[in-house]
């Protein structure tokens, strides 16, 4: 798919200045910086735009010429209207140049079959899509210091299902004015992934596994964020908190780029006529990668059902078929780990978004969820979910079957979150007869999972070296493993130290140093 590089120059007047609301209370009012060196609201809400730009005919006919990069700036300079168009463009090349990315396109399709294309959004250093924001949000996250902050070290607090952990450490190694501490459930991540944050380099970071679920580890850090105590400690040191989890709006803005790219990217390789519509299929737990499809759509991309798929925890099939979110059920560790999650933090923006903006009905909605465990939303909220999205599940017997027929029918080894998209997908087409051209979104290389992709294609248990399954895998496909993930055979393991979710906090103030 031909594109050509233009080095455009946004101009930084002529853009409307864009605030920042809380969902919690809408008469917070801050600028893009505030929202993203704050991470989240101090009564707990999430921050979203004020109102989202609009993407013109004209203007997305011309981001169909441009390379990815320029894509984004020109994109995020709509969100970051505090920051010159200098700013963003030093910040989307820091990102995405120097060789970072295996792919000179970033982030490409691969064409699966007539109606499905891979959006690949694993060529990042750790192998994974949230690579897309969290290279680029510790550039905007320093900046963003320097223009609010006042000169205070900023701590990224980080709660990780496997993927965003390592990516946040990698993207905020020894990044000056920084530190990062990264927390993750102890036997709820793969071994590569484990390694890979455990093996992790930097004199700016820490790392510590929990004994418990995503779910304690995500809940641990959203209320650290409204703890006037810890936040009075912070401000004596001259510190402040900041995330890097999705609940942090400068890592929801990246992803919406990634959306009308591959949209661009389908129109100028010729498989769409310009305002076709296409669907997008995405795999789903903390809600944040099918959020930003959704606001893409809202901003005038033409896309059709936001198909959001999930594993056996499929709390979010539930949600949107029914109205009803109840996370109060039984967790499932998964071959799919980055969607082993019960509590969808970014699916409050969804609900400010369909309540029309109203703070108090999703302040009570959140309050039902931490009183109760369950909330049901209005009859019209719920249609207006369904209009917009299809919900599906698949079981671990699905996902495997799904990665041995698309490696064994179309030559493409998928890792199990991609597969559970495909097997949704799969599930929507044979629901609706609905063949509309789909953008899958393929979350991470397969090789940070080889041991259960191995016994999905072999059908039976693999050993439980985790490199000889990888070398095996290899071998047997024919495909190259990163080389970011075979060094990690001779790393030496830095961090080893587990607690008790009760513990978090205490861990917290000793990796910072802070009595």
Known sequence: MRKVSVKIKTKDKGRKALKYISTRDRTVRVSAAQAIA?????????????????????????????????RACDILGDFLTDFTAGEIRACVEGAYGGGKFDNSRIAPLSKLCP????????????????????????????????????GREICILVATSGDTGKAALEGFRDVDGTRI????????????????????QGGNVGVWGVEGNFDDTQSFVK????????????????????????????????????????YCDLVAGGEIAFGDVVNAAVPTGNFGNILAAYYAKKMGLPLGKLLCASNINNVLTDFIRTGTYDRRRQFHATSSPSMDILI??????????????????????????????????????????????????????????????????????????TAVALAVLEQYVRETGNHTKTIVASTANPYKFAGSILTAITGRQSGEDEFAQINELSALTGTAVPPQILELRNSAVRFGESCTKDGMRDAVLGMLKIK
């Open 115 to 150: 109606d499905a294309y891979l959006l690949e959004l694993w060529h990042g250093p750790t192998c994974a899509f949230k690579d897309m924001a969290l290279q680029l949000l510790p550039h905007l996250l320093t900046r963003s210091g320097k223009k609010v902050a006042d």
């Open 38 to 70: 704050q991470g989240i609201s101090r009564e707990a809400g999430l921050f979203v735009p004020e109102s989202l730009p609009r993407l013109s005919e004209e203007r997305l006919r011309g981001l169909v010429e441009l390379e990815y990069v320029d």
């Open 223 to 262: 209320s650290i964020f409204t703890d006037k105590d810890i936040r009075a400690r912070l401000e004596s040191h001259n510190m402040s908190f900041s995330s890097a989890n999705s609940i942090n709006w400068g890592r929801l803005a990246p992803q919406i780029v990634y959306y009308i790219s591959a």
């Open 181 to 200: 501490l990264v927390f993750y459930p102890r036997d709820g991540v793969s071994d590569i992934q484990k390694l890979q944050m455990t093996t992790q």
């Open 344 to 417: 969808s933090s970014n699916l409050e923006r969804m609900l400010f978004a369909l309540s029309d903006g109203d703070d108090k009905i999703v302040t009570d909605l959140m309050g039902q969820l931490a009183q109760n465990g369950c909330y049901t939303v209005s009859g019209e909220m719920r249609d207006l979910l369904q209009s917009e999205l299809y919900g599906g599940f698949c079981d671990e017997a699905r996902t495997a079957r799904t990665i041995k027929k698309t490696f064994e029918e179309y030559s493409y080894l998928c890792d199990t979150h």
